[in-house]
C-alpha cells in the first residue's frame, strides 16, 4: 500500500510535538487529561505524559499500514488504498485533537467547552467514517466485519452501504445535539448503539435472506 499520507502525518505529529513541548514547558508538574461529563476536570497526570501523546501518531499510523499489509484480502485493501488514507489521516487527526485540547485545557483551564466540543467532534468523524465505508472492499481489518459480510461479497458491499448512510446520518445527529450538553452525551450513547448493533443485524438478515433465496433456486 502506497503512503500517500505518510507526510501528513509527520506535519500533524511534528506540530503536536511543537504544541506538547510548549505545554510541557510552561505547564505545572501536572497536566489534565480526563474530563467528566459536565467538562470540568477529574483526572491528573504528570506532565512527561504529553510529551508522550505525539508520538502515538506515527506509531499508531505505522500499525496500521502494517496491519493492512498483513491483512489475508490484501489484494483487496489494495484497491481501498484511498479509503484506508483516509481512515489513517482520521486517526492522526482524533489523536492530534486529544492532544491540542489536553495542552490547551492544561495552559488555560475553562478556556474551552469539552462538554460541547468533544460530541461534536465525535460526530464529524463518524460522518466522515460513514462517508468511507462503501469505498472499502472486503477484509479482515477495516469495514463492518462479521462472519455473515466475511463469507459475501454481496452482503459485504451492500452492508457497507447501509452503515455508510446510517452513520453519516448518527454523526449528523450527535453533532446537533452536541450544543445541548446534557443531552449530547445520551445522544451520543445512543447513536454509537445504533452504529454498532443495526449494521450487525442489518447483514445476518442479508445473509439468511439469500440462504433462503439460494435454496429456493436449487429446488
Known amino acids: 500500500m502506497k503512503n500517500k499520507y505518510s507526510y501528513k502525518t509527520f506535519v500533524i505529529a511534528l506540530i503536536s510535538l511543537i504544541v506538547a513541548v510548549y505545554t510541557f514547558i510552561q505547564a505545572n508538574d501536572e ?119 466475511l463469507h459475501s461479497d454481496i452482503v459485504w458491499q451492500k452492508t457497507q452501504r447501509f452503515s455508510g448512510r446510517l452513520w453519516f446520518v448518527c454523526g449528523i445527529a450527535i453533532c446537533l445535539f452536541s450544543v445541548t450538553p446534557y443531552f449530547s452525551h445520551l445522544v451520543m450513547l445512543v447513536m454509537i448503539f445504533f452504529i454498532i448493533i443495526l449494521p450487525n443485524l442489518y447483514a445476518y438478515y442479508l445473509y439468511q435472506k439469500m440462504r433462503k433465496e439460494n435454496n429456493y433456486d436449487r429446488n
Open 31 to 149: 497536566i489534565i487529561i480526563h474530563w467528566d461529563i459536565n467538562g470540568n476536570a477529574d483526572g491528573y497526570a504528570p506532565k512527561e505524559v504529553i510529551l508522550m501523546l505525539p508520538f502515538m501518531i506515527p506509531l499508531v499510523d505505522c500499525l496500521i499500514v502494517w496491519i493492512s499489509n498483513m491483512d489475508p484480502r490484501k489484494n483487496n485493501m489494495q484497491k481501498s488504498a484511498s479509503g484506508i488514507q483516509v481512515v489513517r489521516f482520521i486517526v492522526a487527526a482524533i489523536l492530534f485533537v486529544c492532544t491540542l485540547l489536553t495542552c490547551i485545557e492544561t495552559l488555560y483551564p475553562k478556556t474551552l467547552n469539552i462538554e460541547v466540543i468533544v460530541p461534536c467532534f465525535v460526530g464529524i468523524m463518524i460522518m466522515i467514517i460513514g462517508n468511507i465505508l462503501p469505498k472499502i472492499r472486503s477484509n479482515y481489518t477495516i469495514g463492518i466485519r462479521n462472519p455473515w459480510t
